[in-house]
T-cell receptor, first 112, second 110 residues
């Protein structure tokens, strides 16, 4: 689905650095989400947004910051990266509440 | 909080065999959704079930929602190598979010 894009696809960063993962969708979906996927933990929700300027914490928000100034963009920032934040990060969007998420291709982040 | 459990975690079948994965919730769900993630890929939405006892089919895939709306299953008839991947169920966890099961990884040998 070309309508939701994540960048970069791969990122290596050092402990303590700030890093921002980008997510852009072209459908004007109201709902957007950030998940991390780790072996043994499945998909865990970090933050979500129901509309521009409305964001809320998910299951594992510590160490992350989000913003949503425009409907189409939902960047995720790691304020000071730690090794435990090494993961695959997926952005997703949905037109309707609790229905049919469309996921981006993911960002594989390694913190060294 | 809301939890969705999936079993088995992993299954390896020979091509042509059937496969079933089960999803159980600790609470009644308003709907259940199924996603497939190919190795190295991202989750892709397959289907949503809403009604108690609902059964839906997509070619060789049969999805079922339990009468009590607390469990669901995905059955694949005569698996093919293209069915390889991890299958996730997901249910509403709050006003506007989903909680995902940890998934069942399916490996199909030719």
């Amino acid at each position: 689905d070309a309508g939701i894009t994540q960048s970069p696809r791969y990122k290596i960063t050092e402990t303590g650095r700030q890093v921002t993962l980008m997510c852009h969708q072209t459908w004007s979906h109201s709902y957007m989400f950030w998940y991390r996927q780790d072996l043994g933990h499945g998909l865990r929700l970090i933050y979500y947004s129901a509309a521009a300027d409305i964001t809320d914490k998910g299951e594992v928000p510590d160490g992350y910051v989000v913003s949503r100034s425009k409907t189409e963009n939902f960047p995720l920032t790691l304020e000071s990266a730690t090794r435990s934040q090494t993961s695959v990060y997926f952005c997703a969007s949905s037109e309707y509440r609790n229905y049919g998420y469309t996921f981006g291709s993911g960002t594989r982040l390694t913190v060294v | 909080g809301q939890q969705v459990m999936q079993i088995p975690q992993y299954q390896h079948v020979q091509e042509g065999e059937d496969f079933t994965t089960y999803c159980n919730s600790s609470t009644t769900l308003s709907n259940i959704q199924w996603y497939k993630q190919r190795p190295g890929g991202h989750p892709v939405f397959l289907i949503q079930l809403v009604k108690s006892g609902e059964v839906k089919k997509q070619k060789r895939l049969t999805f079922q929602f339990g009468e009590a709306k607390k469990n669901s299953s995905l059955h694949i008839t005569a698996t093919q190598t293209t069915d390889v991947g991890t299958y996730f169920c997901a249910g509403p966890a709050g006003y506007s979010t989903l909680t995902f099961g940890k998934g069942t990884m399916l490996l199909v040998s030719p």
